[in-house]
């Protein structure tokens, strides 16, 4: 587990999932046994490893070369188990004994050229989704939660939560109004303060106002430096105290905003420096000054995020220590949404960060402010130095569907992410990309035409739909179809095709053999999600341990037919174990 506070904790993906709380050598351990047990499962096989080979621990970036014929797998979670012991006992009792340790072992490999495949570099990455707080709350370091109180939409009353009042209806009065400075989110934060700092009604010592808790709590840290940015506009003269408020009442740190003239919406930075540490701490916005105060887009951010690119450093080295030849995003389902309504749409991510209008995530149940957008998914790729993979919204959601006859707005939508991406910076989109610091393009070669999407009632005539067009505009870009093309061939075209796995230990492990008979010449797979769920899996377990690494084996063995794998989901915030 990783853990930046008790509040805070976020675990990284790969095989075994991320609460089992093994050691990175004992997961290496894991994955050479499951390299045994397979080899006593299978009828045939035969290796040549070299030594610069890579596995799915070291993020398998090196090219290697791995051969082999499998035969059926058929072991059950017992075997598995029984396997485990007794390779774990061996190795015990080869400790204990001279006698036991000089026993002469044989390993055959065939080191044929001639039978060799190669592994590509891009086979084990990783795959973000917004999903159990991932981001908000997770690798994204923004630590206030509904900075533009707009968690309600964008009609008033909205949803200010996790926002709450210091002080009584007495002193003061918080409600919303449509009166912000940016168009695309209206909502801001009026505070009535009825006390004052003197006369009948005087305010209580430490003032009235706001605070906001985070994300369970900001992890706020003795000697590191945080930066305050927030709008503000009032009738008259202000006087704000900002504060970090530990638990226990506490001061960390504070500052005072003192303006004789903030008529206008006026932005407020201010660098406030710890001198206190603790894991519950919030922010709260005070004043025992009587009179009309309004708030917008309130940000608290560490000052030492990756690269300033807003990433939480211990977090982002974790990734980067996997070394992912791609990285897959947005999600998953949290690209399509229950509703269209609340789907995943670039071009609102995108631009300063106080104009994003942020939308609710319907299908994992919260509210973001996209502060991790478009921009900062393509710039974390480049940053982890992996292949961006871009999964955009196709039409499709959970629950309702675009005609192919009214589609062209959604392929628009993608041409246009794709020109945001790799334009020129003079173009029309590539202009805003450099306007947010990336002058130069990214290099995006791989997206991904919705998500489970296949079956569905429009996806196949929205695809080709898609497919035309951006094969047309950038004929290098590889696409991916949601479709599974390994039991027999696509009926459309495609690069490369999506293949999900959520089962049991022994499924999991069983599919090892799924790409044995997968087709050499057409579309390679993208195994892009995988992972035991459900009772096998748990918090984390070693069986689940086991039969993951299993069927990384397999897709090894099959190189020449799998392209890429990832697991998911990559990070769980353990305050919301919604999907793990």
Not at 90 to 112: F, P
Not at 131 to 139: D, E
Request: net charge negative.
């Amino acid at each position: 587990m990783i853990s930046r506070s008790n509040h805070t904790m976020i675990s990284p993906y790969n095989c075994p999932p991320p609460s089992l709380f093994l050691s990175h050598h004992m997961t290496k351990s894991l994955y050479n046994t499951a390299r045994v047990l397979l080899s006593l499962s299978h009828t045939s096989h035969t290796r040549k490893i070299p030594k610069n080979w890579g596995s799915p621990f070291s993020g398998c970036t090196n090219s290697g070369y791995v051969t082999g014929k499998m035969g059926a797998i058929t072991l059950s979670k017992s075997v598995l188990l029984f396997f485990f012991v007794v390779l774990s006992a061996v190795h015990r009792s080869s400790s204990a004994t001279g006698v036991e340790a000089n026993q002469t072992v044989s390993l055959v490999i065939n080191a044929s050229e001639a039978s060799a495949k190669y592994i590509p570099k891009t086979l084990f990455g990783v795959f973000f989704e917004e999903i159990n707080h991932a981001g908000a709350g997770g690798l994204w370091a923004e630590l206030v939660n509904n900075r533009g109180f707009e968690a309600g939409g964008p009609n008033t009353p909205s949803n200010i939560a996790p926002w709450s009042v210091i002080g009584n209806e007495s002193s003061l009065i918080i409600s919303t109004e449509r009166s912000s400075r940016f168009d695309r989110n209206k909502i801001a934060l009026r505070m009535d303060v009825l006390c004052d700092h003197e006369g009948s009604n005087t305010c209580p010592p430490g003032g009235v106002g706001i605070y906001n808790p985070g994300f369970w709590g900001m992890n706020i840290e003795q000697g590191k430096t945080y930066k305050l940015v927030l709008y503000a506009r009032s009738l008259g003269p202000i006087n704000v105290s900002v504060s970090l408020t530990g638990s226990s009442g506490s001061t960390l740190a504070t500052a005072n905003i003192v303006d004789s003239d903030v008529s206008n919406w006026t932005k407020i930075e201010l660098t406030l420096q710890a001198k206190g540490t603790d894991v519950n701490s919030r922010l709260q916005l005070t004043t025992t000054r009587k009179g009309v105060v309004w708030f917008d887009q309130v940000s608290l951010m560490p000052t030492d995020t990756y690269k300033g690119h807003g990433f939480r450093k211990d977090l982002f080295e974790m990734v980067k220590n996997l070394k992912p030849g791609f990285i897959r995003f947005p999600g998953g389902c949290f690209v399509e949404g229950e509703w269209l309504r609340n789907a995943f749409r670039w071009k609102e991510t995108v631009g300063p960060w106080e104009e994003r209008p942020g939308h609710f995530g319907d299908v994992w149940h919260y509210w973001t402010d996209d502060g991790l957008g478009h921009f900062e998914f393509l710039q974390l790729a480049e940053d982890l130095e992996a292949e961006p993979i871009w999964v955009f919204n196709n039409g499709v959601s959970h629950n309702d569907e675009v005609d192919t006859s009214s589609i062209q707005p959604f392929v628009q939508e993608a041409l246009d992410g794709i020109e945001f991406a790799r334009g020129d910076a003079k173009s029309k989109w590539g202009s805003i990309r450099a306007a947010m610091g990336h002058p130069e393009p990214f290099d995006l070669k791989y997206v991904a035409v919705g998500n489970e999407d296949c079956g569905k009632k429009y996806y196949l005539g929205n695809y080709l739909e898609f497919y035309s067009a951006i094969q047309r505009e950038y004929p290098d870009i590889k696409l991916i179809s949601n479709c599974d093309g390994s039991s027999r061939p696509l009926d459309h075209p495609a690069h490369i095709y999506d293949y999900h796995i959520y089962s049991s230990a022994n499924n999991v492990f069983a599919a090892a053999q799924k790409f044995d008979r997968a087709s050499r010449t057409g579309p390679k797979a993208f195994v892009s999600e995988y992972a035991v769920h459900g009772s096998d899996a748990g918090t984390g377990s070693l069986l689940a341990a086991l039969a993951e690494a299993g069927f990384l084996i397999g897709l090894e063995k099959n190189c020449d037919a799998v392209e890429m794998a990832s697991y998911a989901p990559l990070f769980v915030n353990t305050n919301d174990r919604t999907y793990v």
